[in-house]
Nanobody, 125 residues
Framework: QVQLVESGGGLVQAGGSLRLSCAAS????????MGWFRQRPGKEREFVAD???????YYANSVKGRFTISRDNAKNTVYLQMHSLKPEDAAVYYC???????????????????WGQGTQVTVSS
């Protein structure tokens, strides 16, 4: 069983920054790819960023150049640094552990098997 606990959400003005953290309980954390997703009210959960066990990163076009995903394997933690936040970035942000690479797409929620409880990010305009 893997537990993921997000933190760092909050209220920020448009143009501001936040750093989200996700602490994992698994001793095998360093061997798994990790991802961040977000979900806005009335919308489906959407992919934000992914980082492989070796540190390779991939981003949704909507956040590329503004968000940075990173990991500290010694601390079993993955981060999402968010800059130049926009009102449309407001959502509940979830971290997740990748469980597979689906033939139908690598960056959809069904590829990730363990999820945190989420942390709210609110961006005021």
């Amino acid at each position: 069983q893997v537990q993921l606990v997000e933190s760092g959400g909050g209220l920020v003005q448009a143009g501001g920054s936040l750093r989200l953290s996700c602490a994992a309980s698994a001793r095998t954390f360093s061997t798994f790819d990790m991802g961040w997703f977000r979900q806005r009210p009335g919308k489906e959960r959407e992919f934000v960023a992914d980082i492989s066990w070796s540190g390779s990163t991939y981003y949704a076009n909507s956040v590329k150049g503004r968000f940075t995903i990173s990991r500290d394997n010694a601390k079993n933690t993955v981060y999402l640094q968010m800059h130049s936040l926009k009102p449309e970035d407001a959502a509940v942000y979830y971290c997740a552990r990748r469980g597979r690479y689906s033939d139908s797409g690598w960056y959809t929620a069904d590829n990730y098997d363990y999820w945190g409880q989420g942390t709210q990010v609110t961006v005021s305009s």
